[in-house]
């Protein structure tokens, strides 16, 4: 497992994001949910997340840039995520699934994303 944290850009704003390939699913807070196109979930849905349960009635649609590559994932909406290790709050918890959509490898040793699997083009089979 690794993680990155780093800024990706909802309509041109700046949020802290946390890239966690512990995390199956993609998290946003209301403040990045603001920005979204947000919709009632079917049912109440509850992750384990930071040491404690996390409930949520909410999804959003996640449309962001990374580093000049365009993303768009489903996300969870949860009134906090958590801070990281400097206590910075974070904003995003982009997961594991989103990750492998979008092509995105952790280097932690390097602390950055490798974005060259980026997918031009999607090939279904």
Do not use: C
């Not at 959003?60 to 206590?87: C, F, Q, R, Y």
């Amino acid at each position: 497992m690794g993680r990155i944290r780093q800024d990706i850009k909802v309509n041109g704003k700046k949020f802290w994001t946390l890239f966690d390939s512990g995390a199956r699913n993609t998290y946003v807070t209301p403040a990045v949910a603001s920005h979204l196109v947000t919709f009632k979930l079917p049912k109440a849905f509850k992750s384990a997340l930071g040491g404690g349960t996390k409930k949520t009635h909410q999804g959003a649609a996640l449309n962001a840039d990374n580093e000049g590559h365009k993303i768009s994932t489903h996300a969870l909406v949860i009134d906090e995520i958590g801070k990281d290790e400097d206590e910075r709050p974070i904003e995003v918890l982009f997961g594991a699934l989103a990750m492998q959509q979008w092509g995105i490898r952790l280097v932690p040793s390097e602390e950055r994303l490798d974005l060259t699997h980026y997918p031009a083009v999607f090939v279904e089979f």
